[in-house]
């Protein structure tokens, strides 16, 4: 997809992401007033979170997201501003070239101008320090966000995506879905929107079988209590 519109980008970036929380069962709400840090509300269960939402290029390995704009001030100049935690809660993002959406926690990415998110290897090899794009693909991010709130509810004020929030026990706790939505088998995009609930599943002694394009990829079941000792080399 070329598209060259700064503001294309915008609206095109914009309705990718909310398609996308839709698609996981999202609410997605926007702003009626104008000039806000963020441009889309999610509703995440009992949270709402405030969202910007950012076009990113992939170049090589490397999907290239700029998190800072800058204004011209009569009397500062250009100033540059960038995201802060009391701004908005998260920052997703759309890749076109990919056509995948990524969900960024600012208690991570605040004050950052620019991440890059790794979709192959650095060439030098380098492993540490590295945000991998696999991380923040939206079904799993969102999955991970609803475990954090699953029987928790952050004090009024607080971040859900902070792991610095301060927290209350709240009952009766939120629910998950239904247990006999969850499949035996299931595909890579439902099993990473359920991440949370089918590790739940696994500690209850049932095992699920995590298929990409119809083909078996890994096995999820609880761990194994009783393991075959290793005898040590002599």
């Not at 999907?63 to 204004?71: A, K, T």
């Not at 609803?146 to 009952?171: D, F, I, K, N």
Request: proline share 6%.
């Amino acid at each position: 997809m070329f598209v060259d519109n700064p503001n294309h980008k915008g609206n095109v970036a914009e309705l990718a992401i909310a398609t996308e929380a839709a698609k996981l069962g999202l609410s997605v709400l926007k702003p009626l007033t104008e000039h806000e840090r963020y441009d889309l509300a999610l509703g995440l269960k009992r949270r709402l979170l405030r969202v910007q939402c950012k076009w990113a290029v992939k170049k090589g390995d490397v999907i290239f997201v700029r998190l800072s704009s800058s204004y011209h001030s009569p009397t500062r100049g250009y100033v540059k501003s960038t995201y802060a935690k009391d701004e908005v809660d998260a920052v997703a993002v759309y890749c076109a070239d990919l056509e995948r959406c990524y969900l960024l926690p600012i208690d991570i990415f605040a004050g950052r101008s620019s991440v890059h998110l790794r979709v192959g290897p650095a060439q030098n090899n380098q492993r540490a320090a590295l945000s991998w794009a696999r991380d923040y693909e939206f079904p799993g991010a969102v999955a991970q966000l609803e475990e954090r709130c699953h029987g928790m509810a952050e004090v009024r004020g607080s971040s859900p995506l902070s792991s610095t929030s301060q927290v209350v026990e709240v009952a009766p706790a939120m629910s998950g879905p239904d247990v006999t939505s969850l499949k035996a088998t299931v595909g890579m995009d439902e099993f990473y929107a359920k991440l949370a609930h089918y590790v739940r599943q696994a500690e209850r002694g049932e095992e699920v079988v995590v298929t990409r394009w119809g083909r078996e990829v890994a096995r999820l079941g609880p761990p194994d209590l009783n393991p075959v000792p290793v005898a040590a080399d002599d």
